[in-house]
């Protein structure tokens, strides 16, 4: 089994910056691709980034690019998203997720992932 934990939620303002933290325990030679996802009240799960192996691409969705970066750290098992010039829509709980190495197409599916953590809250408001 693996267990993902998440830590680094909060409130910040609008243009502000967070620094989110997922750390992997357990059976983490399952955790090979590694993403993070997000929901916002009401909405459905959404994908944000996601990595397949140190030194591959780093996949972000469109809302997110160039704003949000994902950092790896497989000798410690942490996946960090640092999150700058935060807006009100990336309100949210953030999810850390992981699996098995995933092929590119299936990585922005949610279903796809069979390691998830509990979530942090993310809260962009002034």
């Known amino acids: 089994q693996v267990q993902l934990v998440e830590s680094g939620g909060g409130l910040v303002p609008p243009g502000g910056s967070l620094r989110l933290s997922c750390e992997a325990s357990?059976?983490?030679?399952?955790?090979?691709?590694v993403a993070w996802f997000r929901q916002a009240p009401g909405k459905e799960r959404e994908f944000v980034a996601a990595?397949?192996?140190?030194?591959?691409?780093?996949y972000y969705a469109d809302s997110v690019k160039g704003r949000f970066f994902l950092y790896r750290d497989d000798d410690k098992n942490t996946v960090d998203l640092q999150m700058d010039n935060l807006k009100v829509e990336d309100t949210a709980v953030y999810y850390c997720?992981?699996?098995?190495?995933?092929?590119?197409?299936?990585?922005?599916?949610?279903?796809?992932?069979?390691?998830w953590g509990r979530g942090t809250q993310v809260t962009v408001s002034s």
């Open positions: 997720a992981a699996n098995r190495r995933l092929i590119v197409s299936s990585l922005r599916f949610a279903s796809a992932y069979g390691y």
């Open positions: 357990g059976r983490t030679d399952n955790t090979r691709t």
């Open positions: 990595n397949r192996r140190n030194g591959e691409n780093t």
